[in-house]
């Protein structure tokens, strides 16, 4: 073997392989394939759910997964699965395995985006030129997928710029990184210009991408619109196009043609579960019962051996069936969601307000409060478990039940925790029309704002005084207030921060900022202030934050 080839067989020995098939003629073939190509270390699992467990308890540089693994998850549901729990280094490679290239298998597939498609039946020269090229390819960016992890996005752009220089053969790899890159930096007309650069040399789909997304983070909605609607017409297969364009529709108040989108996307790819609840969701809005049955339906069965898997599809399901006079059905659901969510509390919340809807609709007022008391009872244990869907449910029926004040209080914290998201606030004041509540409820939406409003800019003003120990003290009583409120929490984290750096480290103090940023993290990854508060957390300490993987 020449000596060029020599060397990086010498270092695969040292790479930790697993095969995922459920075959075990196909893992024998495939081990002597790899162990003639110099790799040592091969590890098996023969499904999904074993797969899954092997990622969990060791860091594997390659990963050859079957599409097709029998009963149980899918290779796809493996993939949608490490990615989603963050289970894979940015630098495995994860190679997908199959012996069928169905449009509705590719596309599932290529939504969560495997590094490779192998299709059976490969020779070990294949093998070998796809691993090296992967290997190489993940090699290069390793710097900057380090600084990536640690927000550090200008960092990681003058690396990405050196490297386009050094590396042409990942030249495509590279630009599309740099155009990610400028859009988390917030450097918006930058980005702009060197996505048009680039559209200017071809059509690009991720530039196409790139450039509507922009137009949508800075409000040209139309604009978005275009764009999404010309990337359809040139290639149908590009999903993000469809959500985005979704998206950027219903931002626009046109609920009836991004449910026409959606459902045009679930026609290419029916497998993506969290696509179809949207759909489910959308087409309820619009009272098209049918198709929202349809979307929920197929959200339950596909997400049976999903990480996607959620209760909001079954508690949809439900509230479709009762919308659509058959609330006996939708209980039926419900049960069938108790039993599968058995362990998880806040889920139980959802499902108990969904069932006091289900019941309000068969006219037994007394198994409705029933179940409301059974969902307050876990949320006043644990604050945790409310969000703005159980909210707005809850809101729904306390209100509809006559019980005005609690329904009010309810929608109040949703308010106030969401005070910034445009989407909960014309929801609720929707739900305040449909209730023919509408003045009363502009009113309340007014005072829960202002109140929000009044009580960060008394914080700020008293860290703009310089009287830090007081903001502190503050931001902390309005976290437990408001525990879900990006802004309040960013601010939190903000005095403690400049306390330390007067002060000096406290490990307790150091521990409050860790939570409140990674609750902003929790509640919105992309929170555009969050790469600077990272930033100066990381001056304080070289301690990781909870949702950063080590990447070495």
């Not at 949320?379 to 809850?394: E, S």
Request: aromatic letters at 6%; hydrophobic letters at 40%.
């Amino acid at each position: 073997m020449n000596h060029s080839h020599d060397e990086p067989t010498k270092a695969w020995s040292r790479k930790k392989v697993l095969l995922v098939d459920d075959f075990r003629n196909f893992i024998v073939t495939m081990r002597n394939m790899l162990a003639s190509l110099g790799f040592v270390i091969i590890d098996t699992a023969h499904n999904g759910e074993e797969a899954v467990d092997r990622i969990m308890s060791r860091r594997y540089d390659i990963v050859l997964c079957d599409y097709n693994l029998g009963p149980g998850k899918d290779g796809q549901q493996v993939l949608e699965e490490v990615k989603q729990r963050q289970l894979l280094s940015p630098l495995t490679i994860f190679m997908m395995v199959t012996a069928e290239n169905s449009l509705e298998m590719v596309m599932g597939a290529a939504e969560y985006q495997p590094d490779e498609y192998l299709i059976k039946p490969f020779t070990k020269q294949v093998l070998e030129k796809k691993i090296r090229r992967l290997m190489e390819k993940k090699e290069s960016i390793r710097r900057i997928e380090k600084k990536m992890e640690a927000m550090e996005y200008q960092e990681a752009l003058e690396i990405c710029e050196e490297l386009i220089g050094q590396h042409p053969q990942h030249l495509a790899d590279l630009l599309k990184i740099k155009g990610d890159l400028l859009i988390k930096k917030g450097a918006y007309e930058e980005a702009q210009r060197f996505f048009h650069e680039i559209s200017s040399l071809g059509k690009f789909p991720w530039a196409l991408l790139g450039q509507g997304r922009i137009n949508y983070l800075q409000g040209r909605y139309e604009e978005a619109e275009k764009i999404y609607r010309e990337l359809i017409r040139a290639n149908d297969k590009i999903m993000a196009a469809y959500d985005e364009l979704a998206k950027t529709l219903t931002k626009l108040g046109r609920f009836p043609q991004a449910q026409e989108i959606l459902m045009q996307a679930v026609e290419v790819s029916p497998k993506a579960v969290r696509r179809q609840r949207e759909l489910g969701e959308i087409a309820l809005r619009n009272q098209d019962l049918d198709t929202a049955q349809k979307a929920y339906s197929r959200a339950v069965k596909e997400g049976k051996f999903s990480c996607y898997k959620s209760p909001d599809d079954y508690t949809g399901l439900a509230k479709v069936l009762a919308e659509n006079a058959a609330p006996e059905k939708g209980l039926k659901v419900l049960q069938e969601a108790a039993a599968e969510f058995s362990q998880d509390v806040p889920s139980l919340v959802r499902i108990s307000v969904a069932k006091s809807v289900a019941f309000m609709k068969m006219n037994k007022p007394e198994q409705a409060r029933k179940e409301i008391d059974a969902a307050m009872k876990i949320i006043n244990k644990d604050p945790a478990t409310f969000n703005p869907a159980v909210g707005m449910d809850l809101a729904r029926t306390l209100l509809s039940q006559g019980d005005g004040k609690l329904g009010r209080e309810f929608l109040r914290r949703i308010v106030q925790s969401n005070h910034e998201d445009e989407t909960i606030l014309s929801n609720v004041k929707e739900m305040c029309k449909e209730l023919k509540l509408e003045g009363e409820g502009e009113k309340w939406l007014e005072e829960a704002v202002e109140e929000v409003v009044r009580m960060n800019n008394e914080g700020v003003r008293l860290v703009q005084s310089g009287d830090l120990k007081t903001a502190i003290r503050y931001f902390e009583k309005a976290t437990e207030t408001l525990p879900e409120n990006k802004l309040i929490n960013a601010n939190a984290a903000y005095a403690l921060m400049l306390y330390l750096k007067a002060k000096g480290p406290e490990p307790d103090k150091l521990t409050k900022v860790r939570n409140y940023l990674s609750r902003v993290h929790r509640l919105d990854a992309d929170y555009p202030d969050l790469p600077k508060l990272v930033s100066i957390y990381r001056q304080l300490t070289q301690v990781q934050l909870p949702w950063m993987k080590t990447i070495d």
